[in-house]
Structure formats: C-alpha cells, structure tokens
C-alpha cells in the first residue's frame, strides 16, 4: 500500500481479555516501530523490528505485551489480560533502514473498560 | 534519562499571527531532532535538524537547532486555520536509530 496501514482503528474490549493489533508497513521498508500515545503525551516507544528480528523491546511496558513479525513484513502487537491503564493510541512506523524518515500509520484506538 | 520538553502546553492565536513553539532537550549521544504535526492521529514528519544554526525553511514553517542551549525552535507565520494541530518535538541518539524520544506536545489552535 501507499502508507503504513494499522487495523482495527478502534477497539473495545473488557479488562482481562486479549487483543491484537495488525500493522502493514509500506513495501521494502525494513525498520518498524511500535509505539504508544496515551491522552495529552507524546508516542511512546515501546519495540523495534530490523526485518523479522526484534532489535530493541526494551520499551515494552511488561511481559502482557508481545510483538512479532515472522515473515519481515507485516507486525502484530498482542496485549494478554488488558487493564485498563493499557488504554492509548497505539502507532506503528516503519522507515526504509533505521535512520531514514520515519512513515507513521494513523494508529488503533484501543479503550479497555 | 533522556528528556524532551516542550512549551507552551497549549495556545491560541488568530489568524494571521505568527507563532514559536519551543523544544528543549537532554539526550546522550544526540544524533537529530526531529518536528512532526498531528492532526488526527497520525504524526507527519515536518523537519529533522542535525547542525546547529541552519535553518530550515517549507513554506510558513521554519524551524532552527542550538545544540549549545539544547534547543530548538518552530515557526509558523501568517497562521492559517489548517495549522491547528499537535506539534510534536522528538529526539534521536547516534546509536538507536528512529527510537525516538517524545515532547507531550504543543496544541495549536488558530482561530478564524
């Protein structure tokens, strides 16, 4: 595609259950990058991929939170036993390499009542 | 710890005027500062800055970096009401790429 794709943009769901949150980069680029925007705070990093290797998941808040991207492409985030403080805009960018111009998604909403 | 502040919180203007939204930092190894808009929800990338004193310049917006001070600032003049957004400050260090550190943000409102 032409941008960095997130899907679902709006989630809902009950404290403890689980959920998943897709990104689709844009084509060839090989970085992607989690992040998180909580209301009235700038993104948050939270893991990096360089092709199907997480680099860095230093910014994961806990072990609730898991990311992958088996074939170097496409990423999900997977949050187990939501709270409610997990609450936030969660915002994928990918970047052709690790220093070029970061391409952000329009983000997933995700409220946990 | 790596530090972004950015000021003011929030403002609002008329259009027309012209506005400086400030960024200061404390970053070990700094490699570049970066400006991002959000209007919605998407950050989309206005400048990155790496010397200290060049400005660069897209149209109304400007923007300058004091690596001595740790500072940078953005201009935005004749203000319209399309630049109401959030403007982002962010810094990247020489060793970890685009994991970038955040400013909370400046919200913009320019009023018709």
């Known amino acids: 595609g032409a941008g960095v794709s997130q899907t679902p943009s709006n989630k809902v769901t009950e404290k403890g259950k689980y959920v998943e949150l897709r990104c689709d980069p844009i084509?060839?680029?090989?970085?992607l990058y989690w992040y998180r925007q909580s209301l009235g705070q700038g993104p948050e990093f939270l893991i990096y991929?360089?092709?199907?290797?997480?680099?860095?998941d230093s910014g994961l808040p806990n072990d609730r939170f898991f990311a992958v991207r088996p074939e170097g492409s496409v990423s999900t985030l997977k949050i187990q036993r939501t709270e409610r403080g997990d609450s936030a805009v969660y915002l994928c960018?990918?970047?052709?390499?690790?220093?070029?111009?970061?391409?952000f998604g329009e983000g997933s909403r995700l409220t946990v009542l | 710890e790596d530090k972004v502040v950015q000021s003011p919180l929030s403002l609002v203007v008329h259009e027309g005027d012209t506005v400086t939204l400030n960024c200061s930092y404390e970053?070990?190894?700094?490699?570049?500062l970066l400006w991002y808009k959000q209007e919605k929800k998407a950050p989309t990338f206005l400048f990155m800055l790496?010397?200290?004193?060049i400005e660069k310049k897209s149209g109304r917006l400007s923007s300058i970096l004091d690596k001595k001070e740790l500072f940078s600032i953005l201009n935005i003049t004749a203000t319209q009401t399309g630049d109401s957004a959030i403007y982002l400050c962010?810094?990247?260090?020489?060793?970890?790429?685009?994991?970038?550190?955040f400013g909370a943000g400046t919200i913009l409102r320019v009023k018709s």
């Open positions: 960018a990918s970047s052709l390499g690790t220093s070029g111009e970061l391409f």
């Open positions: 084509s060839g680029h090989t970085a």
């Open positions: 991929f360089q092709g199907t290797g997480a680099a860095d």
């Open positions: 970053v070990t190894n700094f490699r570049s």
């Open positions: 790496t010397s200290s004193g």
């Open positions: 962010a810094v990247a260090r020489m060793e970890y790429g685009n994991k970038l550190v």
